[in-house]
């Protein structure tokens, strides 16, 4: 098996990879796309804006009377943050386990076998949950604390932590220090690389704004999911080969659909 990067060949692969899971790769995809978006936001904030449901749980404050420092509890502590932070246990609680069992079940739909939609639920939400929220809150942490250095230190730490969902939907049982960790020494070196392989999408997501994301939803997303998840196999087969990890850390998913395929 060659031991080089190939964006090409993970691309053909990945095509054949959705191709033979369609619908399921659509499905995922897309929910992915809506937990990762604004969606929630407009919606939470919207449901938000109307916060009468409130009332019987603020003693003080009534229609015809609020005083002034209790008027500014219910506008600004009620209505303003509480929104963030189901925002954020959102993202903690729901988005992330949800983005680690969608790379399992990317992984799982390897050319040759299907997997089916509830991998997401079983990988994400069953298996060790309590590990899987904390060493994804600890990687978005890092990547925002990165990036308040300016952009490119944000971006560099992001593809330093591209495999933590990959490996986390390998075996969620792995020490979170450890996840991330591994993560840094499998991309170490293949950063500039997986940034070119994403970039090589870049007309086809000008193609998702031109038709208001129809392309994207039905075959850009998929597509570059898969193509993400190809990458992941051939950095795991390098750790693997180099040492870097043990098997036991990466131990697949039993049926060998991490395994990289050089053809």
């Not at 054949?16 to 937990?35: G, K, R």
């Not at 500014?72 to 502590?77: D, E, F, G, K, M």
């Not at 933590?164 to 390998?170: C, G, R």
Request: aromatic letters at 18%; a neutral charge; proline letters at 5%.
């Amino acid at each position: 098996m060659p031991n080089m990067w190939n964006t090409s060949l993970f691309k053909t692969n990945a095509k054949a990879n959705f191709s033979l899971s369609y619908w399921p790769f659509v499905a995922v995809s897309v929910l992915l796309i809506l937990l990762n978006s604004e969606f929630f936001t407009v919606q939470l904030q919207t449901y938000m804006g109307d916060i009468s449901w409130l009332a019987p749980y603020l003693p003080y404050v009534t229609d015809n009377a609020v005083f002034p420092w209790d008027e500014w509890t219910y506008r600004v502590i009620y209505r303003f943050q509480l929104p963030w932070f189901l925002l954020i246990a959102i993202q903690l609680l729901v988005t992330n386990p949800y983005e680690v069992g969608a790379c399992r079940f990317f992984l799982d739909n390897n050319g040759s076998q299907r997997a089916p939609f509830s991998v997401t639920i079983e990988a994400g939400f069953q298996r060790n949950f309590g590990n899987i929220v904390l060493t994804q809150f600890l990687r978005n942490l890092f990547i925002f604390l990165w990036s308040l250095l300016f952009l490119i230190p944000g971006i560099i730490c992001a593809f330093s932590y591209f495999a933590v969902p990959y490996i986390l939907a390998e075996n969620p049982n792995l020490d979170h220090n450890r996840v991330l960790q591994l993560s840094k020494e499998m991309t170490k070196g293949h950063k500039m690389d997986i940034f070119l392989t994403q970039l090589s999408f870049f007309f086809w997501f000008c193609l998702e704004v031109i038709t208001a994301n129809i392309v994207g939803v039905f075959y850009v997303q998929p597509y570059f999911n898969a193509t993400n998840a190809e990458m992941y196999r051939f950095l795991r087969f390098e750790a693997l080969q180099r040492g870097i990890a043990a098997p036991g850390e990466l131990p697949g998913s039993g049926t060998g659909s991490t395994q990289w395929r050089s053809v």
